[in-house]
Nanobody
Framework: VQLQAGGGLVQTGGSLRLSCTNS????????MGWFRQPPGKEREFVAG????????TYSDSVKARFTISRDNAKNTVYLQMNALKPEDTAVYFC?????????????????WGQGTLVTVSS
């Protein structure tokens, strides 16, 4: 079970930190990722991190504003979101990858969080 926390309402330019804790304890050797689904749009990749945390990847739309990190001792992955924009409004999902490294493709993930809503007001 993936337990997500940290969503909410924030003004443009503000910050939020999302967290995702995997109670199944299956993620320590797996890459993890964050995806989001804006209203009326398809789910899209946001960021990914390798199982050791030494390799990260971001979509162009969030690069330099968002930071993904993980704490394997706590089975938790984080997404620090800074300089938020209205177009960042979406339901955000964390996911556990099938392999040790992250991927931008949703079908490379087999465990998903319940989603948390982030709303950025203009």
């Amino acid at each position: 079970v993936q337990l997500q926390a940290g969503g909410g309402l924030v003004q443009t330019g503000g910050s939020l930190r999302l967290s995702c804790t995997n109670s199944r304890r299956t993620s320590s050797n797996n890459g993890m990722g964050w995806f989001r689904q804006p209203p009326g749009k398809e789910r899209e990749f946001v960021a990914g991190i390798s199982w050791r945390g030494d390799s990260t990847t971001y979509s162009d739309s969030v690069k330099a504003r968002f930071t993904i990190s993980r704490d394997n001792a706590k089975n938790t992955v984080y997404l620090q979101m800074n300089a938020l924009k209205p177009e960042d409004t979406a339901v955000y999902f964390c996911a556990v990858a099938r392999r040790p490294f992250a991927s931008q493709w949703a079908n490379e993930y087999n465990y998903w969080g319940q989603g948390t809503l982030v709303t950025v007001s203009s």
